[in-house]
């Protein structure tokens, strides 16, 4: 059974008469990988710093190891922050910057030099010790912030959009970077960021917000493919969305409507009554070009091609079809015919 480390237990947030955060409920478990996910102003980075003790809730209790620590402060929390601009002292050198934390604990410099050492090697910076901070680049400033934060042992690392700052190529790498960092040192991380692909490759859990608001918290994997709602499908990833109406329910599958063409779904968990009106969500990678007219399962659509755009090891295709208007697809570059598809 998974130990619960953190309990947000009816929290709220008011700036004035602005509500940050609305009725927030959440546990995370220790050692697992949460990310507070949603757009700008959803209330992840309030949540993110309630829990690190630079704000307090206006409602409501947090609970670290089942201990209330409402008045707890940060100092005195099992908690480090990476900031998104890293927030190193450009005065000191690399060694004085990660050293910080264990000389404010009044630690032997001897062991300082010890652990220093330890940590610049797991985040790969050995030999790094005496150069100054503006000599680095974005990813090592990174990882010099991540070691600092990490020396100290905490208990749970919250990491603040960390990695906004760098390039795609270099982001990738620091994502796969700090999952093993994560799953080696077996320490609680929570992320907190707008990248929904940073989420998806990171994640145990996510959490994804809006408007103050938990929407739904699941795996990568039930968010993508099974979302409670259209903003969950439409933000987490690309979809379309059909509008259709519920025909007939079976024990295993649902037929739904849509402009007098008949498909069946698989109803999973879905809870629909007959004659609902009902939003359909595909994602556009499901899709795939078929060149035949007879198709014995799913839905044939026949579309005219609006535009589209080359992105390397795949084409993104819009579309429109008399059935369902404007959608569109994403299809590898794989077959040499498809790649003969223009607009028109």
Known sequence: MKKRIVQF??????????????????????????TLLGPSGCGKTTSLRILAGFEKPS?????LEEQQINEIPSYKRPINMVFQNYALFPHMNIFDNVAYGLRQKKISEEEVKTE?????SLVRLEGYEKRNIWQLSGGQQQRVALARALINKPK???????LAALDKKLRKEMQIELQNLQKNLNITFV????????????????CVMNEG?????????????LPINKFVANFIGKSNFIKCEIKSITEKFIEVNSNNKL???????????????????????????????????????????LNKIFLGEYTEYYLLSNE????????????EEDKKINPG
């Open 116 to 120: 220093v050492e330890k940590f610049l």
């Open 263 to 305: 498909l069946n779904l698989n109803k999973n968990s879905l809870n629909f009554s007959q004659n609902d009106k009902v939003i359909m969500s595909f994602r556009p990678e499901k899709l795939k070009i078929n060149y035949e007219s007879n198709l014995k399962n799913g839905l044939l659509l026949k579309a005219k091609v």
């Open 213 to 225: 608001n938990i929407i739904q918290v699941g795996s990568p994997n039930d968010l993508y493919d």
């Open 156 to 162: 749970i690392l919250l990491l603040d959009e960390p």
């Open 191 to 206: 992320l907190v960021t707008h990248d929904q692909e940073e989420a998806l490759s990171m994640s145990d859990r996510i």
């Open 59 to 63: 409602k409501g209790e947090v609970y």
């Open 324 to 335: 369902i208007g404007e959608f569109y697809f994403l299809n590898t570059n794989s077959r």
């Open 9 to 34: 237990k009816n929290i709220n947030k008011n700036y004035k008469d602005v509500v940050a955060v609305k009725n927030f409920n959440l546990e995370i478990y220790e050692g697992e990988f949460l």
